[in-house]
């Protein structure tokens, strides 16, 4: 295909004024969303085959977290596309000033495997609620979602609304090389420069949900047992490929020991003795994944875990103690089932070693020390967190997700969602019945009025 043509297409259809039609948005938010129920087992075998997702995990990591998505912005919509007036100084009497909220035009999304469902599916609500048209690009690694999504959105759409591109019809470098009037991009931080590089040529504003290495501090107050069941949990969720798992844990060396006694009694209670061969533990996406994270296996002491199943791309929940800042496994995020471990014994030093590094997406915290807390969430810059819990973040569609500095930038879900796919318009409007003329030549004499009224 010809994307300068499809291109042409949403352009033309957007210059229309049919999708800034509230009804017409309201009218395919609902399709998607009966698309997505009508569909729904088909969508969480695809998930199934591409990751090993069980039906309940499929279902509270992408399912449910879209329909959520889409239950809240269809009920709000309403409330958001109207103008918002806002206080207008003394000075532009008798003017009032106004917000609107109007779409860019048309939207590129791009997204990743690890999530096929959930993160290309609440850009798009976002974007459909701004009332943009839709350009997506979805992943080819996870290739049966991929597949029925593309069916789903293509058979049911009109293209000149929401077209799905893959790589077969149109290379990155071409897709990167046209004019969109909004980008959307999900994945590392190596793409991210890719597209944010593509997208400065036309100057074209973007949102970027990069990863990186997300920490997870334990200190000496925290409930150690909800602790390690906790991150026992989030950490080996979906395998670890989740870009807000906590990437290391820093703990204080008075805890460790009882720490890691808790994250593996918890692990051999949710997957049982042999791991491997759970039907409810999810695979790596692709051998290459497997491979790269494999050849991370081999620093520090594996207190847990580091057999792995290459005939079926698996991997154990894997604890590595002995590891310090300068090791290699803590140069890039892993994105896998590998959980490294620093112990500290001082709180404001290592606070100090976070500052050092890049931003990360996520940082969690358990603890019960209301200074500590405090310390963590003023001192240190990041993404999004939880206090005593981990991922949680992410579930709340009236949160704001999103990175800073090397983890991303820009924010959605919810109406942050629909705010990031909107142009913010201001609009003074002012009546013909009084025109005051303090403002207009000859100044003279003015001065004193003028600054009575601005202070």
């Not at 300068?4 to 957007?14: D, V």
């Not at 980008?183 to 100057?203: D, N, P, Q, R, Y």
């Not at 913010?424 to 000859?442: A, G, T």
């Amino acid at each position: 295909m010809e994307i300068s043509k499809l291109l042409e297409k949403q352009r033309n259809f957007f210059n229309s004024n049919a999708t800034k039609n509230l009804e017409f948005r309201l009218e395919n938010l609902n399709k998607l969303k009966h698309l997505l129920e009508v569909h729904e087992g088909e969508i969480l075998h695809a998930l199934y085959e591409d990751l090993n997702k069980s039906n309940f995990e499929a279902y509270v990591t992408e399912m449910g977290i879209v329909k959520e998505e889409l239950s809240l912005t269809i009920k709000n919509l309403p409330k958001w596309t109207k103008r918002r007036r806002v206080h207008t100084p003394i000075t532009q009497f008798p003017s009032q000033s106004f917000i609107y909220s109007e779409p860019y035009g048309i939207s590129l999304i791009i997204s990743p495997w690890n999530y096929p469902l959930q993160l290309a599916m609440i850009p798009l609500i976002g974007s459909l609620a701004a009332g943009n048209c839709n350009i997506l690009k979805l992943s080819q690694k996870s290739k049966n979602t991929t597949e029925i999504l593309t069916k789903i959105l293509d058979e049911n759409f009109d293209e000149r609304l929401i077209r799905v591109v893959n790589s077969e019809e149109v290379s990155n470098e071409e897709l990167l090389k046209e004019n969109y009037d909004y980008i959307f991009f999900t994945g590392s931080a190596k793409v991210g420069k890719v597209v944010m590089e593509a997208a400065a040529k036309h100057l074209t504003p973007i949102t970027l949900e990069l990863g990186g290495k997300s920490p997870c501090i334990v200190d000496e107050t925290a409930n150690i047992t909800l602790a390690g069941k906790t991150i026992a949990w989030g950490k080996f969720l979906n395998a670890g490929q989740t870009c807000v798992a906590p990437d290391y844990i820093l703990v204080d060396k008075k805890i460790k020991g009882r720490l890691i006694e808790e994250i593996r009694r918890h692990l051999f209670l949710f997957y049982g003795t042999n791991i491997l061969e759970n039907p409810e533990y999810p695979k790596i996406i692709s051998p290459e994944h497997f491979k790269r994270l494999i050849d991370l296996l081999n620093e520090g002491k594996k207190e847990f875990g580091g057999n792995s199943n290459l005939d079926n791309q698996k991997i154990e929940p894997t604890i590595l103690s002995e590891i310090n800042w300068d090791s290699k496994i803590m140069e890039e995020e892993i994105f896998g089932p590998i959980l490294p471990i620093i112990e500290y014994d001082n709180l404001n030093s290592m606070i100090e070693e976070i500052k050092l590094r890049p931003k990360s997406l996520a940082l969690y915290l358990f603890s019960e020390d209301k200074i500590n807390k405090e310390k963590i969430k003023n001192e240190i810059s990041y993404g999004s967190g939880c206090i005593n819990d981990v991922l949680m973040q992410l579930a709340n569609p009236n949160l704001p997700f999103g990175g800073v500095g090397n983890s991303g930038m820009g924010k959605y879900h919810g109406k942050f969602s629909f705010d990031t796919f909107s142009n913010k318009k201001s609009i003074v409007e002012k009546p013909n019945f009084l025109d005051i003329p303090l403002r207009y030549p000859p100044y003279k004499d003015k001065l004193g009025l003028l600054k009575k009224i601005m202070k």
